[in-house]
């Protein structure tokens, strides 16, 4: 079973699965974001690196649609989606969990607002437990959980929407850093199995090596891509490759 029904897209279409073109955006004349350019194949994996301040939380709201931009398009398939909110799926860096909720109700609340049935949305969510290392919690309360697990709680809510593009604020930084290795690995074994598109954002440059297809550097006031990284290996011996180590090096005399 698998979230999306999607067609996979011709390897000869140019036209990819989202993007933004020229988005630029200011606050009472402040500018944050300026010409910002980047694509998302289908079944990719993207992420926005640079420093606080640059700009990144704003383009993920104007990727959502919860703002537009002072001027730019967003595409998804092809289609403008600019300023449509729940086109695509975006989690914040906080799991946000609801304490009062189990967390198969926490996990059913897209469903519930789309006017599913309760029974049904339960029969459904709960058949993801197991591949979210959740089984046997269905009926646990948040505070029951640990911090990974709290995070892939969150994480099935996100993507119980159903939405071809996931955007993650984020997602993994207020773990440990053992448990976040193990997180970037689940996350990647979840997103071949089903066919997840996902753009993050991170401050770790080796959490963007071992996560991304490509690695968009953002720098400067206001923010702008200067740089574009594509990684072409990842798996469990790629952190200590000499690749890495030589993207790594590549990345750090961009931002520092």
């Not at 519930?112 to 979210?132: H, M, N, Y």
């Not at 996100?158 to 689940?186: C, G, N, Y």
Request: glycine share 8%; net charge neutral; proline share 5%.
């Amino acid at each position: 079973m698998s979230f999306y029904q999607n067609k996979e897209q011709d390897s000869d279409q140019a036209v990819p699965l989202f993007a933004c073109r020229h988005i630029t955006k200011s606050y009472k004349d402040l500018p944050i974001i300026a010409d910002i350019n980047l694509e998302l194949p289908q079944g990719g994996c993207v992420s926005l690196l640079g420093p606080s301040g640059v700009g990144k939380t704003t383009l993920f709201n104007i990727l959502a649609g919860l703002d537009q931009p002072d001027c730019g398009t967003v595409f998804l398939s092809g289609s403008d989606i600019t300023g449509i909110p729940g086109s695509v799926s975006y989690m914040l860096q906080k799991d946000m969990l609801l304490p009062f909720r189990t967390i198969l109700d926490n996990v059913i609340l897209s469903l519930l607002i789309r006017g599913e049935k309760k029974t049904d949305a339960r029969a459904f969510a709960a058949s993801f437990f197991p591949d979210f290392g959740l089984a046997g919690f269905e009926h646990h309360y948040p505070r029951q959980l640990s911090g990974g697990m709290r995070q892939r709680a969150a994480l099935l809510r996100t993507m119980m929407m159903q939405k071809p593009v996931i955007l993650l604020d984020e997602p993994f930084s207020a773990l440990d850093a053992i448990t976040r290795i193990k997180m970037h690995r689940w996350y990647r074994d979840i997103c071949r199995k089903q066919k997840l598109s996902t753009i993050f954002i991170t401050h770790d440059v080796d959490e963007s090596l071992t996560m991304s297809n490509t690695v968009y550097i953002l720098s400067g006031k206001p923010g702008r891509i200067n740089q574009e990284i594509q990684v072409s290996l990842h798996g469990n011996d790629f952190l200590v490759s000499q690749e890495f180590l030589q993207l790594k090096q590549k990345i750090m005399s961009f931002i520092l």
